[in-house]
């Protein structure tokens, strides 16, 4: 219980999804949509004209401002991110969209606010009911064209996220990708919304902007006033509304650690993350666009372990060309250098939605149509994105590396593929590293269980541990009915994890992991135990991982592993690895805990 103008108010917590890191604490903002508050009224047939007339104009200003958002974020964050309000373009020059407003207009003798209000809502409705996961997401571009036509239409300017004019966290049922670019960090120090998961673009936006948030609380924006204080912890998904005095202190203790660690690590940044015995743990860094290249730098990461490059696919209405794909590669390849960078190839399917790849409806799109076995069926896109990946690799640090392989012939049919882009370079003269080196995500059992004869045929693997442990353990990873049996800690994925690195060290091959176990400290040393020989991790989450390495020996490391391969339950191997972390790095451990 709190006090807060002389009214007790209880504390809620509440579980969603964490979508961008950190801590953040103010009074809540709701963020009400515009559109539901416009008046309804009856117009005579002679007022018609005039509603038209009116709702061309409002079309005019929203096309023009979106084109400043766009400029405005393409100038900010970069122009991959601007390609978003493509989308938002279409909506306002769809001629039946627009069309059928008009129509309504003179058959309902209904003001246009109401009419177009109707007209949107049901564009929307209709296209979140298909399966497309992209045409779902189009919805939230009506809704959000729709709103900004409604304010133009009111007269009111697009100011209620870019206008704060204090410290607040941002409350709604849903965030636009352009009600999000318009935060600023000064002012907008977290949001949380009902709806929402990890692929939408609202929440790329969040990580990129670097704003904690939290998104899927069901109904957080029903049960927030104004006048209520709420925090969010991006690390954990959670938030709190009302926190009590306890919990203020225990997140202000939080916040106070994590700006401490910053100022050190601010120092760290250019020191190796090193054990206390020497041993030495390359951390990488995961991104999916150029524009994160400065937070790398920021976050002391050494390269680029994974670089998603599918959503340079997402953030358009079409295929991204060779020479688009190439550009990006080489942004972030000649800012690396020398540090490495791994191109992941295509990794369209499973929860990502698709854009314009006309792939089937599929009952289980884990375990259908995706990543490699999408583009060794589609040759075309594949050797677009292979050649565009060897152009590139005029920078020496570029390396490339197949998704969700789960068979040997799945790698040794796409390095056919590969060959033969290469031998199309060498007949155009174009330059490219003849050595390139490639590697393969081993994230399907069938793939750990058979490393040994993938291995003969890359130079690398990286372990995606968030489908590893989905597939290992029969979980769907966004069920939220059966996260409880979602466990990274369970026996047969430690096992698992231990034999693809003895098997890859065999070989003599290095073993990366890039799966959200590498960027959770509490499992740092797990993993470094078991051999494994860098991390690649969310830029944010860097300082954090590194900072456990500094802090243990490798023998620490090595005698966790050794307690993880004995145990019987994945609590016992979390609670091996808690304790380690709990006792070398007290202050690691009180902020993710």
Known sequence: MNSQSGIEKKEIVLQGIGVAPGVAIGPACLAVTDDERYVERDIDPDEVPREIARFEDALISTRHQIHEIQSRISDAIGAENAGIFDAHLLVVDDRSFVEEVIRELEERNKNVESVLYVVAKRYSD??????????????ADVKDVARRILRNLAGRKMALLFDLNKPSVVVANDLSPSDTAMMRKETVTGFATDLGSKTSHTAIM???????????????SVRVSEQDQVLIDGNRGIVVINPSIECLERYGEIARTQELIRV???RLKDTEAETVDGYIVPITANIELPSEISSVFEHGCRGVGLFRTEFLYLQQQRLPTEDEQESAFVEVASSMEPNVVVLRTLDLGGDKFMSLMKTPQEMNPFMGWRAIRYCLAQKPVFMTQLRAILKASRYSNVKIMYPMISNVGEVIQANELLEEAKNELRAEHVEFNENIEVGCMIEVPSAALTADLIAKHVSFFSLGTNDLVQYTLAVDRVNEQIAYLYQPTHPAIIKLIQRTIQVAHDNGIPVSVCGEMGGNP???????????????????????????????TFTQAEAVAAVALRAESPEAVLEACRTLVASIAPDIFKLIE
């Not at 209709?126 to 919805?139: F, G, T």
């Not at 969040?206 to 957080?220: C, N, Q, T, W, Y």
Request: charged share 20%; no cysteine; glycine share 6%.
């Open 126 to 139: 209709a296209l979140s009911r298909v399966e497309d996961d992209y045409l779902r997401e189009r919805a």
């Open 206 to 220: 969040a990580r990129a902007l670097e704003i904690p948030a939290v998104v899927g609380l069901h109904d957080i």
């Open 264 to 266: 050190q690590l601010g």
């Open 522 to 552: 509490i499992l740092t040393a797990l993993l470094v135990g078991l051999g494994a020989d860098s991390l690649s991790v969310s830029p944010a989450m860097a300082p954090l991982v590194k900072q456990v390495v500094r802090s243990m």
